[in-house]
């Protein structure tokens, strides 16, 4: 055995090499392949997927937005009316303090003796006439009016919001 012999037992080793190299170059480029393309797959799915819910999310949010805008201006509009009333029911109130609240009242007979005068304010008793009520009765009659008012009108604005909400069950007057 020579170097001749040693040399070709090196040049067989050599390609032995290299062919399972080569095969397992290839084999690992053929793994690489299969794999990017089933990562690519799964991740084109993944953004299809992804964009759907985008798109979703952006109908959901554009149906939601013209929601809250219409109940806003429904809500702007009572609002508008409610303040209109409470304005409304100031001037009802001024106007009721310049007439001032009145009653009717029976004078009665007169005097004692029949005669129909009061002996002392000579002034003829006999049947009905209107009475102004004195002043801190009537500004505490139209004060607790006012109040009882607003509230009525607090009332129905707040009851016209709660039907704008979700799973609110509005009972109604009686």
């Given at each position: 055995?020579g170097?001749s012999?040693?040399a070709?037992?090196a040049a067989?080793?050599?390609?032995?090499?290299?062919?399972f190299?080569?095969?397992y170059?290839?084999?690992?480029?053929?793994?690489k392949?299969?794999f990017?393309?089933?990562?690519?797959?799964?991740?084109?799915?993944?953004?299809?997927r992804?964009?759907?819910?985008?798109?979703?999310?952006a109908?959901e949010?554009?149906?939601?937005?013209e929601?809250?805008?219409?109940?806003?201006?429904?809500?702007?509009k009572?609002?508008?009316?409610?303040?209109?009333?409470?304005?409304?029911?100031?001037?009802?109130?001024?106007?009721l303090?310049?007439?001032?609240?009145q009653?009717t009242?029976?004078?009665?007979?007169?005097?004692?003796?029949?005669t129909?005068?009061?002996?002392?304010?000579?002034?003829?008793?006999?049947?009905?006439?209107t009475v102004?009520l004195p002043?801190?009765?009537?500004?505490?009659?139209?004060g607790?009016?006012?109040n009882?008012q607003?509230?009525?009108i607090?009332?129905?604005?707040?009851?016209?919001k709660?039907?704008?909400?979700p799973n609110?069950?509005?009972?109604?007057?009686?």
């Amino acid at each position: 055995m020579g170097w001749s012999t040693l040399a070709r037992f090196a040049a067989w080793a050599a390609l032995i090499l290299a062919f399972f190299g080569a095969i397992y170059w290839a084999a690992s480029e053929v793994h690489k392949n299969i794999f990017n393309k089933g990562v690519t797959a799964e991740r084109l799915i993944w953004e299809e997927r992804e964009v759907l819910k985008a798109n979703a999310n952006a109908r959901e949010t554009s149906r939601l937005t013209e929601l809250a805008a219409k109940q806003r201006a429904r809500f702007m509009k009572e609002t508008k009316n409610a303040e209109n009333k409470r304005v409304k029911l100031v001037g009802d109130i001024i106007d009721l303090r310049i007439a001032g609240l009145q009653f009717t009242a029976d004078c009665g007979s007169g005097s004692a003796d029949g005669t129909g005068e009061d002996p002392d304010t000579g002034v003829n008793g006999g049947g009905l006439t209107t009475v102004r009520l004195p002043e801190k009765i009537e500004g505490d009659l139209l004060g607790m009016t006012k109040n009882a008012q607003v509230c009525v009108i607090h009332y129905d604005l707040l009851r016209e919001k709660m039907k704008s909400m979700p799973n609110v069950v509005i009972v109604p007057d009686s």
